[in-house]
């Protein structure tokens, strides 16, 4: 097995709950209903924004992880007052940071290429990093990338003025700083909230493969799997049943595929669309792109609730904004891990499940008269 090219995505979210009280912030009519509504209507109308926010979908169509989540709706029908319900953020495509990852490993025979998008909530704000690595390299040689792009110093921010550089940087590092100049640009410096843990989806885009697909993922694809899921590395693969394997809901029925669950990662291997032709790669992109938006919906979500839950534990009077968000959180993650009249997916109701924020989730719910979501079993994945 080859590797040609190959894609992670990291993300992190950081819930802004008091946002609608900074009145100098450039956003603070993005947090009440009717701003939301208003800047929505815009831009749906085809205006454009000042700040450069457009809708989350870069197209009107082929969007499907946004027409799942809006129940089955193309973009280009949805209304403002959807998105509202929906609590569908505004997208940056140009993130106030621009980033360079260069890889000291094999340098001369990989390519890597970082892109950095902001997304704005009511509620906070969200960074998604995507590198692409692209070469030829066996499977040991992309769990070696994938853990320098992780963990190594080796993002360089691209400044403005090309004498200021400034030290490469973790991956960590990099999250830290797009977030904070994201929250400053969208709502003001003092805007501040608690922020998630790095949470990641890699895939598999390209390879080749002398003969045909197993019935299961070889030693090789094993540990590659295991690492890229949970970022630990082992000195031997583990058995494909010590392997937390997701249901991929439709999404992949062929020999040899799996999406694999760590604590705050997820593993994309679908070695029947390996071959570099238009279409497979077009569905592992796509499939991809898809689960990456799914997990950071899905975690602005899980931290929007957690935080809500403090706040009505708290306060005998909670602001009427907080408590409609509160109401719109418990219903879409309800709806995200039941699978019903949105996006479904197994690994979506195993980030729910997995969290580190149920409780507190269940706690909302259990305000709002909602049922319980049950937790992962033990072993299961976790955030």
Same mark, same amino acid.
């Given at each position: 097995?080859?590797?040609?090219?190959?894609?992670?995505?990291?993300?992190?979210?950081?819930?802004?709950?008091?946002?609608?009280?900074?009145?100098?912030?450039?956003?603070?009519?993005?947090?009440?209903?009717?701003?939301?509504?208003?800047?929505?209507?815009?831009?749906?109308?085809?205006?454009?924004?000042?700040?450069?926010?457009?809708?989350?979908?870069?197209?009107?169509?082929?969007?499907?992880?946004?027409?799942?989540?809006?129940?089955?709706?193309?973009?280009?029908?949805?209304?403002?007052?959807?998105?509202?319900?929906?609590?569908?953020?505004?997208?940056?495509?140009?993130?106030?940071?621009?980033?360079?990852?260069?890889?000291?490993?094999?340098?001369?025979?990989?390519?890597?290429?970082?892109?950095?998008?902001?997304?704005?909530?009511?509620?906070?704000?969200?960074?998604?990093?995507?590198?692409?690595?692209?070469?030829?390299?066996?499977?040991?040689?992309?769990?070696?990338?994938?853990? #320098?792009? !992780? /963990?190594?110093?080796?993002?360089?921010?691209?400044?403005?003025? $090309?004498? @200021? *550089?400034? =030290?490469?940087?973790? +991956?960590?590092?990099?999250?830290?700083?797009?977030?904070?100049?994201?929250?400053?640009?969208?709502?003001?410096?003092?805007?501040?909230?608690?922020?998630?843990?790095?949470?990641?989806?890699?895939?598999?885009?390209?390879?080749?493969?002398?003969?045909?697909?197993?019935?299961?993922?070889?030693? #090789?694809? !094993? /540990?590659?799997?295991?690492?890229?899921?949970?970022?630990?590395? $082992?000195? @031997? *693969?583990? =058995?494909?049943?010590? +392997?937390?394997?997701?249901?991929?809901?439709?999404?992949?029925?062929?020999?040899?595929?799996?999406?694999?669950?760590?604590?705050?990662?997820?593993?994309?291997?679908?070695?029947?669309?390996?071959?570099?032709?238009?279409?497979?790669?077009?569905?592992?992109?796509?499939?991809?792109?898809?689960?990456?938006?799914?997990?950071?919906?899905?975690?602005?979500?899980?931290?929007?609730?957690?935080?809500? *839950?403090?706040?009505?534990?708290?306060?005998?009077?909670?602001?009427?904004?907080?408590?409609?968000?509160?109401?719109?959180?418990?219903?879409?993650?309800?709806?995200?891990?039941?699978?019903?009249?949105?996006?479904?997916?197994?690994?979506?109701?195993?980030?729910?499940?997995?969290?580190?924020?149920?409780?507190?989730?269940?706690?909302?719910?259990?305000?709002?008269?909602?049922?319980?979501?049950?937790?992962?079993?033990?072993?299961?994945?976790?955030?």
């Amino acid at each position: 097995m080859r590797i040609h090219r190959f894609r992670v995505s990291f993300l992190r979210t950081e819930t802004i709950l008091d946002a609608w009280r900074i009145t100098v912030a450039p956003l603070q009519a993005l947090t009440t209903e009717f701003g939301y509504l208003t800047r929505v209507k815009e831009l749906l109308a085809g205006r454009t924004d000042a700040l450069g926010l457009t809708l989350p979908w870069p197209r009107p169509s082929g969007q499907h992880f946004w027409e799942h989540y809006l129940n089955d709706r193309p973009p280009a029908r949805a209304t403002a007052e959807l998105c509202f319900r929906r609590l569908v953020p505004l997208r940056l495509p140009s993130a106030p940071l621009r980033v360079r990852p260069v890889l000291e490993l094999n340098a001369d025979a990989v390519t890597a290429h970082m892109t950095l998008e902001g997304y704005v909530h009511p509620f906070g704000v969200a960074v998604l990093a995507t590198v692409t690595v692209e070469g030829d390299f066996p499977p040991e040689e992309i769990g070696k990338i994938g853990d #320098a792009i !992780r /963990r190594g110093k080796v993002h360089h921010l691209v400044e403005a003025d $090309p004498e @200021a *550089a400034a =030290p490469p940087a973790t +991956l960590d590092r990099v999250l830290d700083q797009a977030l904070r100049a994201l929250a400053d640009r969208a709502f003001s410096p003092a805007a501040a909230g608690e922020r998630s843990a790095t949470f990641s989806v890699a895939t598999v885009l390209t390879g080749t493969d002398g003969g045909a697909p197993a019935d299961e993922p070889d030693a #090789a694809a !094993r /540990r590659l799997l295991h690492g890229l899921a949970t970022w630990t590395w $082992p000195a @031997a *693969a583990p =058995p494909v049943e010590a +392997l937390e394997c997701l249901d991929t809901c439709g999404a992949s029925h062929r020999t040899g595929d799996a999406l694999v669950a760590g604590d705050r990662g997820r593993a994309v291997w679908f070695p029947a669309c390996f071959a570099a032709s238009r279409e497979g790669v077009h569905t592992l992109a796509c499939y991809h792109r898809n689960l990456t938006l799914a997990s950071l919906q899905t975690e602005s979500l899980l931290m929007l609730a957690a935080a809500l *839950a403090e706040v009505l534990d708290r306060d005998a009077a909670v602001p009427a904004v907080q408590r409609r968000w509160a109401e719109l959180a418990a219903e879409l993650l309800t709806r995200l891990h039941k699978g019903t009249d949105t996006y479904r997916s197994g690994a979506v109701k195993a980030q729910i499940e997995g969290s580190r924020k149920l409780d507190a989730v269940n706690a909302l719910l259990a305000h709002l008269r909602h049922p319980a979501i049950a937790a992962a079993a033990a072993g299961g994945p976790g955030s």
